[in-house]
């Protein structure tokens, strides 16, 4: 393997680690409260879309684009097109105390119905314009710092992306703080390891459950902000893979033991697992193709695509075996709080 | 508290009670099952809402509302069920839900004073889940005491402990006594009322009967006042006929997931023909008694229950099998459990699919015997008078008396040689627990082995013909019914006799 393809694959796994690590920490973040939302998918895809088709709008209407209004526009339409969605899941499971996982799933479908029926149609909407791009809004987010970016091989590594790669690692490592130093963090580790404990201490069960869920759904939205905006570069597909990749974010917040700081190098690590079909020496492929009985060595890039949640598996396998209750779910995850269940 | 009541749908908890308590003093709060101490106290933590009366605190009149307005008027309560978090240290614990900015190393140091000042033994960086059930209720009283209560409620705080460690947490208590905190301990145990409190007060089915000072206490006097005057029942008890040894119980002891007896070494026979009734205060081993002949407990190495069956073979081993086993032995068990809907019926079938339950397995055709159930089901809802719109309606939906009466026509439809019965009319009216009463007469006719769990002293002793007393897991005496007193029952519910067994 060539330095220069080695580059390319950490490069790759670090943009594609960006978009699920926003999603596992906002997903971390839901859970800590007890809150198991499956959504997940479905949000980054309501993420995704309404910052696209905010900026879209706002490009095919105005003239002279500002670069600045079409990063806040895309963010905050991101953030509260996410945090609506999981409004909707919090209504539905803390208040009307529906079914978490089922609640969860309808979710992920809504949401990507939305959005690709936006998406679809957004250029007829606009008036048949085409193939929809958002060039400004997308150079703005995938402007990496000047002069650093071109620093040979640890300029290529460290410094070619966009804000959003090192804005995930800040989020990242401000959510660790949060939940195992502040004192809101503690009353919100309570509420999802036991809410009749928290609510006898005093804590506002329902108020926690519903902010973590809309905060943390907000943060899982900015993945798909990422990925329209940086991953794709500022177009739609409708291929459903902002799905795969919410699984993925799912499967990451079991991976990092419910560990936001984990989530910096896991999602790397699942980058890098994603990407393994295209950096692999051809003939360590075909002889594994081979092996397997595969006519084509193609047809590999199907089962490297399962490393991440053959990875997730076997983390979940050793976990529970180990029967360490510090690196287990929230203990009250999935269960509905009602006070006068006794 | 001046003239509290609580009244929960149609059940009275609490009927005007009126209770003081004064600073520097140990309370002890006596009574019955039911009697309504537990809900008393709950109103005084915030926990329930009193409909009517007052409560005073310091001579002011206050409103709590919550556990924090509780905690505000320095009331702390101490629950059966600890409010713990598992994976946090003792620290993060205490520090949950207190509005300070969060510094645990503060909060460690503010621990040790308190256990320094009191005598506890608590390591604030030790987790939850690594501590012992004593450590846990220590736990539970730093957390109260860090919030500044100067009024400890402890519901039953001796029932998980060991006598050892019920002794230190006693020397603990008279530290705070003489700190001039006020506390008050709900307990059903005589010998612990007249050692630790310096007044005791009882209340009886919700009604509050008195107060006296420990000093003039003895636990005769004290079950008196607890189990109150005799009440006529007029309920039949016919004489047994020529009873038969159906079950006998041997050596039979039982841990907990904890590792503490909730059995110790039992040993009785049950007779087919007679009812026998079994007293004890909530919790000191019943439920797990009935579990174990029914083949749902794991028991310890040496327990026996051998049952000999009415056709006169040889007895069988009822230990290590499962129900099924047993039922495929052909050994007619019937089991009415405490938990209605839980343990006995599923609350969203009907009437005729509840029915099946017991007898699905005995078709032989891929489809299911709907046939037999059903008219099995409408038999019970004619003979019994079963109230409900139709035997499909979910049993869920029905009342407390009538589901009793299904799931009860149903065990006694299968023929039992024994029937075992956990408070069978907890919740009923009078009309249904008389509906009831003579159904269990009419299977003791029949020579079937009744066991009887009850709670209703005036009930036991008027229906059963003998009276098995369990306390603190250990058989405490066997009473015959027709010659024995409620003060004589009640003593053996709360104080252990000598050497375990009594008469």
Known sequence: MTLSSLISWIQGAIIFGTVIMYGSIGETLTEKSGNLNLGVPGIMYLGGIASLASTFMYELNVPNPNPVICLILAMVSAFVASALGGLIYSFLTITLRANQNVTGLTLTIFGSGVANFFGGSLNKLAGGVGQISVPVTSSVFRTNIPGLSSMGAVGKIFFSYGFMAYLAIVIAIVSQYFLSKTKTGLNLRAVGENPATADAAGINVTRYKYLSTCIGAGISGMGGLFYVMDYIKGTWANDGSIEALGWLAVALVIFTNWKPKNAIWGSYLFGFCYWLYLYLPSSISTKLANWFGLAKTAHMQNLYNMIPYIVTIVVLVITSCRKNKKSQAPAALGLPYFREDR | ?503
Not at chain 2, 364 to 376: G, V
């Open chain 2, 1 to 503: 508290m001046e003239n509290v009541t609580k009244v929960f749908g149609s059940t009275v908890a609490n009927n005007k009670v009126t209770l003081d308590i004064y600073s520097g003093e140990i309370l002890s709060l006596l009574g019955e099952n039911g009697s309504g101490k537990t809900t008393l106290m709950n109103m005084l933590s915030g926990i329930y809402y009193p409909d009517e009366g007052d409560i005073y605190v310091d001579g002011k009149k206050v409103a709590i509302r919550s556990p924090k307005d509780a905690f505000d008027l320095g009331i702390g309560m101490i629950h059966q069920h600890f409010k713990l978090i598992d994976v946090f240290t003792a620290a993060e614990n205490v520090a949950l839900g207190i509005d300070e900015k969060l510094n645990l190393k503060e909060v460690s140091a503010r621990i040790n004073e308190i256990c320094e000042k009191y005598g506890f033994d608590v390591d604030p960086d030790q987790k939850v889940y690594d501590m012992s059930v004593s450590q846990k209720q220590t736990l539970e009283i730093v957390k109260v005491l860090y919030r500044g209560a100067n009024i400890l409620i402890l519901d039953e705080p001796t029932a998980v402990l060991t006598p050892q460690e019920t002794e230190k947490l006693f020397d603990v208590l008279r530290n705070m006594r003489a700190d001039g905190k006020s506390i008050i301990i709900i307990t059903h145990k005589l010998h612990e009322v007249l050692s630790i409190s310096d007044r005791v007060s009882i209340l009886r089915k919700g009604e509050y009967v008195g107060t006296v000072d420990t000093a003039d206490a003895t636990e005769l006097s004290l079950t008196e006042m607890m189990v109150g005057k005799k009440v006529i029942l007029n309920i039949d008890r016919p004489e047994p006929e020529n009873p038969v040894k159906r079950l006998q119980i041997k050596n039979l002891s039982i841990k907990n997931s904890d590792g503490v007896n909730v059995l110790e070494n039992i040993n009785f026979d049950v007779f087919g023909g007679e009812i026998l009734g079994i007293a004890g205060i909530s919790g000191c081993g019943q439920k797990e008694l009935l579990e174990a002949v029914a083949g749902l407990q794991n028991t310890c190495d040496g327990s026996s229950i051998l049952y000999d069956s009415p056709d006169g073979e040889s007895a069988i081993e009822l230990i290590g099998k499962t129900p099924k086993q047993i039922h495929n032995l052909g050994i007619a068990l019937s089991f009415v459990p405490e938990d209605r809907l839980g343990m006995g019926l599923v609350g969203s079938m009907g009437m005729s699919d509840n029915m099946m339950l017991k007898s699905y397995m005995d078709g032989h055709s891929f489809f299911l015997e709907r046939k037999s159930p059903k008219k099995l089901a409408e038999k019970i809802k004619k003979e019994l008078g079963v109230v409900t719109p139709g035997i499909n309606t979910p049993v869920r939906k029905l009342s407390g008396g009538n589901v009793q009466k299904v799931l009860v026509g149903r065990e006694i439809a299968s023929a039992p040689a024994v029937l075992m019965t956990a408070y069978a009319v907890r919740g009923l009216d009078i009309n249904t627990s008389y509906t009831i009463y003579h159904l269990l007469n009419e299977q003791k006719k029949k020579g079937v082995a009744v066991i009887y769990v009850g709670e209703d002293l005036d009930v036991l002793l008027a229906h059963a013909d003998r009276i098995l007393v369990l306390c603190d897991g250990k058989l405490n005496g066997i009473v015959d019914a027709r010659n024995t007193t409620k003060e004589e029952v009640g003593l053996l519910m709360t104080k252990l006799q000598d050497g375990g067994e009594g008469k």
